[in-house]
Nanobody, 112 residues
Framework: QVQLVESGGGLVQAGGSLRLSCAAS????????MGWYRQAPGKQREFVAG???????NYADSVKGRFTISRDNDKKTVYLQMNSLKPEDTAVHLC??????WGQGTPVTVSS
């Protein structure tokens, strides 16, 4: 069983930065692929960034060069550093473990 709790969202102006955190419980965190997704009002959930247990990363085209996913296995936490934020990044950002366990999400609002 894995529980995920996101934090770090908020209101920021366009061009600003935020760092999201996802704290995980469970014994096998270091073996899980982790990911960030987001869902804007009225839209489907979309992939943002992924990180395998081996350290490989991948990103949605819309965030490449702006967002960075990382993990700290000792702290059982995965991060999403978001720079150069745009209004279209506004969404609830959710953390996932192995695309099976999900957090409740943290809202990000980017004002123009």
């Amino acid at each position: 069983q894995v529980q995920l709790v996101e934090s770090g969202g908020g209101l920021v102006q366009a061009g600003g930065s935020l760092r999201l955190s996802c704290a995980a419980s469970g014994r096998f965190f270091r073996f899980n692929a982790m990911g960030w997704y987001r869902q804007a009002p009225g839209k489907q959930r979309e992939f943002v960034a992924g990180l395998t247990s081996g350290g490989n990363t991948n990103y949605a085209d819309s965030v490449k060069g702006r967002f960075t996913i990382s993990r700290d296995n000792d702290k059982k936490t995965v991060y999403l550093q978001m720079n150069s934020l745009k209004p279209e990044d506004t969404a609830v950002h959710l953390c996932s473990a192995a695309n099976f366990y999900w957090g409740q999400g943290t809202p990000v609002t980017v004002s123009s």
